[in-house]
């Protein structure tokens, strides 16, 4: 098998995780080359390009692209900006998974995100300190929607403990509680724009389980993209349809959960022996919880 073809059968069959973590990944790998041809051909590389991707903190810049709200939570320009974002997303979006579904996780990093965005883009009009130069700030980077998955994890299971090289084992709710408060006592130091994303990220995130533990999930809209228009079949007149209760918040998610733990498996063997290795069986388990993964 194909380097390319394994890349495009990861791509499709992975979890909505490996897919967040492959979009940042191509959109950072083509920015960069774009800038090496560039360099090339006599232009200096510089942010002149990148503000089509970054998010401006003016109000005037940010109505002329508007779609820079979604695109600047994947874009990096940074090499260990990315590779710090990407190994907090996979950790944390593990655990996340371990108790949550994938379009909840889709959801969580994209509303984090446009929630920082929010927060960077009031602190640059609002404030002071921040006002007369919101006309030239932008921010980038997947940072605010990372924090978001985070902190929802670390609010959903605050007990849990992860390993941290150097400190041992430590307890979600530490880590959160650290997290913020580097993030707030760095504002002055550098980078305030980025930080005070973080912290929109972050509200979102623990306001997102507060909410989903009242029987509110914030993530429920993106439901409407898996909502496909199918040809009508002819029914028959002798058919019978029959109609099952709906799931439970508990019953989706512990299905979900062993769902995730059933694909894991097979992406396991997939990352051992490749695609070709799988049994026909293991092929549709795949395929049909890729399906259903954004349901």
């Given at each position: 098998m194909s380097i390319s073809k394994e890349i495009k059968d990861s791509f499709r069959f992975g979890s909505s995780l490996t897919q967040l973590i492959y979009i940042n990944l191509a959109i950072f790998l083509i920015y960069s080359l774009v800038r090496v041809i560039m360099f090339i051909g006599g232009t200096q590389p510089g942010s002149s390009y990148a503000h089509w991707l970054a998010v401006p903190a003016g109000l005037h810049q940010l109505l002329s692209r508007p779609w820079t709200l979604l695109t600047y939570m994947f874009f990096h320009?940074?090499?260990?900006?990315?590779?710090?974002?990407?190994?907090?997303?996979?950790?944390?979006?593990?655990l996340f998974l371990q108790h949550l579904s994938q379009r909840q996780l889709v959801g969580v990093y994209l509303l984090g995100g446009i929630t920082g965005a929010i927060f960077f883009i009031a602190a640059y009009n609002i404030l002071p300190v921040f006002r007369a130069i919101s006309s030239e700030a932008m921010a980038l980077g997947a940072s605010a929607s990372?924090?978001?998955?985070?902190?929802?994890?670390?609010?959903?299971?605050?007990?849990?403990?992860?390993?941290?090289?150097?400190?041992?084992?430590?307890?979600?709710?530490?880590?959160?509680?650290?997290?913020?408060?580097?993030?707030i006592i760095s504002i002055p130091v550098s980078n305030p724009g980025g930080h005070i994303a973080h912290l929109g990220g972050a509200v979102f995130g623990f306001s997102f389980i507060k909410l989903l533990n009242r029987g509110t999930d914030l993530t429920k809209f993106l439901n409407i993209f898996s909502r496909v228009k199918k040809p009508k079949a002819h029914r028959s007149k002798n058919l019978k349809v029959s109609y099952r209760r709906p799931e439970t918040d508990y019953e989706y998610n512990r299905r979900k959960a062993n769902e995730q733990k059933s694909i894991d498996r097979i992406l396991d063997k997939i990352a051992k022996s490749g695609y070709d290795s799988l049994s026909k069986e293991e092929k549709e388990t795949l395929f049909r919880m890729k399906n259903d993964s954004v349901n």
């Open positions: 320009e940074n090499f260990l900006h990315i590779l710090f974002n990407l190994l907090w997303l996979y950790w944390f979006g593990r990372v924090l978001a998955v985070v902190i929802a994890v670390s609010t959903l299971k605050p007990n849990n403990s992860i390993y941290i090289l150097f400190l041992g084992e430590v307890k979600l709710k530490y880590l959160a509680l650290a997290t913020i408060i580097i993030d």
